[in-house]
């Protein structure tokens, strides 16, 4: 059974940073590829980045791109999503899956406000 955890939320102002890392199991993690998305109050889950098993080509959201940077450790099994000069329109619960799975973890909340 894949399980995600995902942790590094937190409140921060705009044009600050957070880092968010998501612990990966219950499958050959290496082979994955892997995604993050959002889910803003009253919204849509939105794709924000992924990443192929390699780490060799990453896509993202044009709302984020540029500021936003997803990255992965195959010999931790973990991926994550550097965000910068956030923006209160970036607050949102943030998940991490395997891009072709699909199991979600509990996510984790990202709030950005003055």
């Known amino acids: 059974q894949e399980h995600f955890v995902e942790s590094g939320g937190g409140w921060v102002q705009p044009g600050g940073s957070l880092r968010l890392s998501c612990a990966a199991s219950g499958f050959t993690f290496r082979f994955n590829a892997m995604s993050w998305y959002r889910q803003a109050p009253g919204k849509e889950r939105e794709l924000v980045a992924s990443?192929?098993?390699?780490?060799?080509?990453?896509n993202y959201a044009d709302s984020v791109k540029g500021r936003f940077s997803i990255s992965r450790d195959n010999a931790k099994n973990t991926v994550s999503l550097q965000m910068n000069s956030l923006k209160p329109e970036d607050t949102a619960v943030y998940y991490c899956?395997?891009?072709?799975?699909?199991?979600w973890g509990q996510g984790t909340q990202v709030t950005v406000s003055s």
């Open positions: 899956k395997r891009t072709m799975g699909n199991n």
């Open positions: 990443i192929t098993a390699t780490g060799g080509i990453r």
